[in-house]
């Protein structure tokens, strides 16, 4: 066994975006583009000599050929200790806990998130730091710069690891902990929620169903819905993580998850559906007949956390991305706490959890989480609202409807134009930005504007600035409309239409209804129709 220096040269395109680098597997897979990504990991963050790594994936196709490279290239760089979850398995989240609860130095996580997996899908690599979070704009710019420049990388010359074996196995002077990928997370949900307040509601008949959409949750979900609490046999459903996730698409919203939407709606619907994305991160809560926007979600959380023991002396504070609706502020304006808006991207709120100042935020991208780990957390999000209905005695719509006519309702879409040119959504962008400092005071379809600007947020921690996160234009009475550009496409650029109004009156009314206004008046300002040549939005939630 000896350590291999490889020649190799820079290959373009490996910036990582808004969750680590994402690309076709085919892409992943060719010649020398992993090893080379690794390497400027290792060399962005100043080597890992002598540092403990955690590794996980959620098991989708190439994830277990590529922990073993990442082991070979840990070894061969003078790791000390690298600890994966059994067969290269790990949710996003329970990767975060590992991080955090072993003190290790960073983590890789092998995951495109919610996209398709296969060999025609998507994989993806990303880096968390030691407090357990994505790595922040200045690690993962070093990556960058080290893709740029990277002339070699080292690797171990050696057989496989046999990772479905738990214990430590060596490579060269490394040690390589193969460690059960549920214990230590379903330990930590143990400790925040009341473990024994949920069993009661499950015994009292409450009924469940959890769709793991072939991905990495149902490992999760089932060991603690169902063998510890109790949730009737066959309460998750797609429970075993595919290498294609079935062929589906594991992204836990009303489109992609409309078998359960479909079940959640009919006449014998269970009490409570969830589902969760590929790696575990996200979430989707639905009650019987109502679907709860992410953005409604975090704030009624908000509203009922210290129902929750490990929240039960209150909140430091709440954070969401820009695009996520402002139901939670008023929640925190009526606590008396503080409210972050942060860009797009979980790895905002790292330093405000890291501070002190944020106990639970969100985004309207599915995710939800807490200063439990630093990490979006899906099956956490699950847990916490079945703490909350165990405690109130409850139905998700009761609750609902009695936090809307508390704080009003905050009716919520997105519209997504998905795969459109680049230098057309550019365009688009371009011009509306050029065009902001004109529009207060204008009418559009309507509506007043009170305020246009490009997002850019200062961070009150480490004072750094983050400039051009979507163009946001409030309309008089508090609706609202968002313009960005995803950051996690692969294939052309998506734009995103964020939509938002306010009412204290109408409280049931269906959301594309509600929000006809404001979708008029995002169509006026920016030419959707026109520039993107689509008649329609590609995807609705
Ligand atoms: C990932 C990140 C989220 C973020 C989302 C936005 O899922 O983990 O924090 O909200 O991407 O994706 P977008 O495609 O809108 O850039
Ligand atoms: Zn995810």
Avoid at 215 to 239: F, H, K
Avoid at 491 to 507: F, I, K, M, Q
Wanted: charged residues 20%; proline residues 5%.
């Amino acid at each position: 066994m000896s350590i291999q220096t490889v020649a190799t040269q820079p290959i373009a395109g490996q910036k990582p975006g808004t969750s680590g680098l994402r690309k076709t597997t085919p892409e992943f897979q060719a010649h020398h583009f992993l090893e080379n990504f690794i390497q400027s990991i290792w060399n962005g963050i100043g080597g890992v000599k002598d540092r403990t790594l955690v590794l996980g994936g959620d098991g989708r196709h190439f994830n277990a050929e590529a922990a073993q490279v990442v082991l070979r290239m840990a070894a061969a760089s003078g790791a000390r200790r690298v600890i994966v979850g059994r067969n290269a398995l790990l949710s996003t989240p329970a990767a975060s806990n590992l991080i955090r609860k072993r003190r290790a130095d960073g983590g890789i996580i092998l995951s495109a998130s919610h996209n398709p997996g296969g060999p025609e899908g998507d994989f993806g690599v990303k880096y968390n730091t030691a407090n357990g979070g994505p790595a922040p704009e200045n690690v993962t710019s070093k990556i960058f710069e080290a893709t740029k420049t990277i002339s070699e990388y080292a690797i171990f010359v050696s057989h496989d690891i046999d990772l479905s074996k738990l214990g430590e196995h060596r490579l060269g002077d490394m040690v390589v902990e193969v460690v059960d990928p549920v214990a230590d997370y379903a330990a930590l949900m143990q400790k925040i929620f009341d473990f024994d307040a949920l069993r009661a509601l499950f015994q009292g008949g409450f009924r469940i169903r959890f769709d793991a959409m072939h991905a990495i949750t149902g490992p999760y979900a089932t060991a603690i819905l169902e063998d510890q609490l109790g949730a009737q046999r066959g309460s998750v459903i797609n429970g075993t993580p595919l290498p294609d996730f079935g062929k589906g698409h594991p992204d836990p919203n009303p489109i992609w998850a409309k078998p359960l939407m479909d079940e959640m709606m009919g006449p014998d619907a269970p009490d409570f559906g969830a589902a969760s994305d590929g790696d575990g991160d996200r979430n989707m809560v639905v009650g019987r007949g109502l679907y709860v926007t992410p953005s409604d979600s975090l704030a009624a959380l908000a509203a009922n956390a210290t129902l929750i023991p490990a929240y039960a002396g209150g909140l430091q504070g709440v954070a969401r991305s820009m695009p996520t609706s402002k139901a939670v502020d008023r929640v925190a304006q009526a606590l008396g706490i503080e409210c972050f808006e942060t860009p797009t991207g979980w790895k905002f709120f790292g330093n405000l959890m890291d501070a002190g100042r944020c106990t639970l935020c969100g985004e309207e991208s599915a995710g939800t989480g807490s200063d439990h780990v630093r990490e979006k957390d899906g099956l956490w999000a699950v847990l916490f609202w079945l703490n909350i209905l165990a405690k109130r005695q409850i139905s998700v719509a009761d609750l609902m409807a009695e936090h809307w006519a508390k704080y009003g309702r905050n009716y919520y879409s997105r519209h997504d134009y998905e795969g459109v040119d680049a230098t057309a959504a550019n365009a688009l962008m371009d011009d509306l930005r050029s065009r902001l400092a004109a529009l207060p005071g204008t009418t559009v379809a309507g509506l007043t504007i009170t305020s246009a600007d490009d997002f850019a947020y200062d961070d009150p921690i480490d004072g750094s600035r983050t400039e051009a996160q979507g163009i946001r234009i409030g309309f008089e009475g508090g609706a609202r409309v968002v313009l960005r550009l995803s950051g996690t496409g692969t294939v052309g650029a998506t734009l995103r239409v964020y939509l938002e109004t306010v009412d204290t009156e109408n409280l049931h009314m269906d959301a594309q209804e509600a929000l006809a206004p404001v979708i008029a008046a995002a169509e006026e300002l920016a030419g959707i129709k026109d520039r993107t040549g689509r008649a329609a939005p590609d995807v609705i939630t």
